[in-house]
C-alpha cells in the first residue's frame, strides 16, 4: 500500500506543489521587488514555472528516499543496540537477558508483543545460518520454518527477490507501451539488470559486493539487504524524477510522419482535389488568351492543394505553428 500511494504522489502531487512554491516565491517577489514577477505571457514566467516544478521533483525525490530508509521496518541488531559490522555474540546475549528481565510477561504484561519481537530476533541473530539470510535476504527470508541449510534459505529468497525486478521490467515495458516515462529507457533496463545481479550476487556469495561494503560504512547500523532496497527505491525514484524534469526543459519531437497524420493529410488531399481543380480552371479563363493560363493555373493549384490541406489538417497545422515558433527561437537566441 505504501508503494502505491508513493507512486500516486509522484503522479499528482509534483504538480500542485509546483504551482504553490511558484505563487508563494511570486507572492514574496511582488513586495520585495516587483519587476522580478514576470507576466505570465512570457518566456520568463515559463521559465519559472520549470525551475519550481523541478525544485519540487528534487525535494520531493529526497523525501521518498528518506522516507524509505525510515520505513524499512524493524532492525534486529538496532533493537539489540548492535550494528551488523562489530556484532558479538556475547554481547547480543547480555542485551537480551536485560531486555528478558525488563520485558518478560511476568514482570511487565504491558511489554509483551514487543517481548516476542526481541525474542524472535535474538533467535535469528544467534544462529549464524538465519542471522547470514537474514543480513542478505531479510526479514522474510528467516520467516521460513521449512528452512535448516544456508542453501533452503537462499533457495526460499531468490524467486521472490527476482520477482521484485520482473515486475519493474513489466511497468518499464508497461510505461513504453503507453509513451509514459520514455526518457533514458535504455538505462532503465539497464539500471534493472544491474540491480538484479547485485542482489543475486548478495544471495549467492559469502562476501558482500564491494559497493555494499562501502554503503555500510556510511550506515552501519543497515544491513546489505536494507542497503540494497534502498538502492532499489532510489533507482526507481531517479528514473520517475527524471522523467518529470526532462519533458520540462528538452522539447520532445513529435512524430509529423507517423501513420495517424499520413492518412488524415490523405484524406484531405482526396477531399481537396475536386476543388482544387475546379479554382484553377476558373483562374485559367480570367488568363485565357495570354498564354499563361496554364502555368499560373498549375502554380496556383500546387499552392492551394497545399495551402487548403494545411487548413484541413489539425494535427499537421499544430505541428507546423510548433516548428515555426522552434525556428524563429533558434534564430532570435
Same mark, same amino acid.
Given at each position: 500500500?505504501?508503494?502505491?500511494?508513493?507512486?500516486?504522489?509522484?503522479?499528482?502531487?509534483?504538480?500542485?506543489?509546483?504551482?504553490?512554491?511558484?505563487?508563494?516565491?511570486?507572492?514574496?517577489?511582488?513586495?520585495?521587488?516587483?519587476?522580478?514577477?514576470?507576466?505570465?505571457?512570457?518566456?520568463?514566467?515559463? +521559465?519559472?514555472?520549470?525551475?519550481?516544478?523541478?525544485?519540487?521533483?528534487? =525535494?520531493?525525490?529526497?523525501?521518498?528516499?528518506?522516507?524509505?530508509?525510515? !520505513? +524499512?521496518? %524493524?532492525?534486529?541488531?538496532?533493537?539489540?543496540?548492535?550494528?551488523?559490522?562489530?556484532?558479538?555474540?556475547?554481547?547480543?546475549?547480555?542485551?537480551?537477558?536485560?531486555?528478558?528481565?525488563? =520485558?518478560?510477561?511476568?514482570? !511487565?504484561?504491558?511489554?509483551?508483543?514487543?517481548?516476542?519481537?526481541?525474542?524472535?530476533?535474538?533467535?535469528? +541473530?544467534?544462529?549464524? =545460518?538465519?542471522?547470514?539470510?537474514?543480513?542478505?535476504a531479510g526479514q522474510a527470508a528467516v520467516a521460513c520454518q521449512s528452512c535448516k541449510t544456508l542453501g533452503d534459505?537462499?533457495?526460499?529468497?531468490?524467486?521472490?527477490?527476482?520477482?521484485?525486478?520482473?515486475?519493474?521490467?513489466?511497468?518499464?515495458?508497461?510505461?513504453?507501451?503507453?509513451?509514459?516515462?520514455?526518457?533514458?529507457?535504455?538505462?532503465?533496463?539497464?539500471?534493472? &539488470?544491474?540491480? /538484479? /545481479?547485485?542482489?543475486?550476487?548478495?544471495?549467492?556469495?559469502?562476501?558482500?559486493?564491494?559497493?555494499?561494503?562501502?554503503?555500510?560504512?556510511?550506515?552501519?547500523?543497515?544491513?546489505?539487504?536494507?542497503?540494497?532496497?534502498?538502492?532499489?527505491?532510489?533507482?526507481?525514484?531517479?528514473?520517475?524524477?527524471? !522523467?518529470?524534469?526532462?519533458?520540462q526543459f528538452v522539447p520532445q519531437e513529435k512524430n509529423v510522419s507517423s501513420l495517424e497524420l499520413a492518412k488524415e493529410l490523405m484524406? @484531405?488531399?482526396?477531399?481537396?482535389?475536386?476543388?482544387?481543380?475546379?479554382?484553377?480552371?476558373?483562374?485559367?479563363?480570367?488568363?485565357? &488568351?495570354?498564354?499563361?493560363?496554364?502555368?499560373? @493555373?498549375?502554380?496556383?493549384?500546387?499552392?492551394?492543394?497545399?495551402?487548403? %490541406?494545411?487548413?484541413?489538417?489539425?494535427?499537421?497545422?499544430?505541428?507546423?505553428?510548433?516548428?515555426?515558433?522552434?525556428?524563429?527561437?533558434?534564430?532570435? /537566441?
Open positions: 500500500m505504501g508503494d502505491f500511494t508513493g507512486m500516486l504522489g509522484w503522479l499528482f502531487l509534483p504538480q500542485f506543489a509546483a504551482n504553490l512554491v511558484l505563487k508563494t516565491a511570486h507572492w514574496v517577489l511582488l513586495r520585495l521587488s516587483p519587476r522580478m514577477v514576470p507576466h505570465q505571457s512570457t518566456s520568463a514566467y515559463v +521559465l519559472h514555472q520549470r525551475i519550481s516544478y523541478a525544485l519540487v521533483i528534487a =525535494l520531493y525525490l529526497l523525501y521518498t528516499m528518506w522516507s524509505t530508509e525510515q !520505513n +524499512l521496518g %524493524t532492525n534486529y541488531y538496532h533493537a539489540f543496540g548492535l550494528s551488523p559490522s562489530d556484532f558479538s555474540e556475547s554481547q547480543l546475549r547480555r542485551t537480551f537477558r536485560q531486555v528478558s528481565l525488563r =520485558l518478560h510477561p511476568d514482570k !511487565n504484561p504491558e511489554g509483551h508483543k514487543q517481548f516476542i519481537i526481541m525474542q524472535h530476533a535474538y533467535k535469528v +541473530l544467534s544462529n549464524p =545460518l538465519s542471522r547470514f539470510a537474514y543480513d542478505r534459505y537462499m533457495l526460499m529468497a531468490i524467486p521472490r527477490r527476482l520477482s521484485v525486478y520482473l515486475a519493474y521490467t513489466m511497468g518499464c515495458v508497461a510505461m513504453q507501451v503507453f509513451r509514459v516515462g520514455k526518457c533514458g529507457a535504455f538505462w532503465q533496463y539497464m539500471a534493472i &539488470g544491474a540491480f /538484479a /545481479a547485485l542482489e543475486l550476487t548478495m544471495l549467492t556469495s559469502t562476501k558482500e559486493p564491494g559497493i555494499i561494503r562501502a554503503l555500510l560504512v556510511l550506515a552501519p547500523h543497515r544491513t546489505g539487504h536494507e542497503m540494497a532496497q534502498i538502492l532499489q527505491q532510489v533507482m526507481v525514484c531517479f528514473f520517475i524524477a527524471l !522523467n518529470q524534469i526532462v519533458p484524406t @484531405a488531399i482526396k477531399a481537396t482535389k475536386a476543388e482544387v481543380g475546379n479554382k484553377s480552371r476558373r483562374l485559367a479563363d480570367v488568363f485565357k &488568351g495570354s498564354g499563361l493560363e496554364r502555368v499560373m @493555373a498549375d502554380e496556383f493549384r500546387e499552392e492551394l492543394q497545399l495551402s487548403m %490541406t494545411l487548413a484541413s489538417s489539425p494535427k499537421f497545422q499544430a505541428e507546423f505553428t510548433d516548428r515555426l515558433k522552434t525556428s524563429r527561437q533558434a534564430s532570435s /537566441a
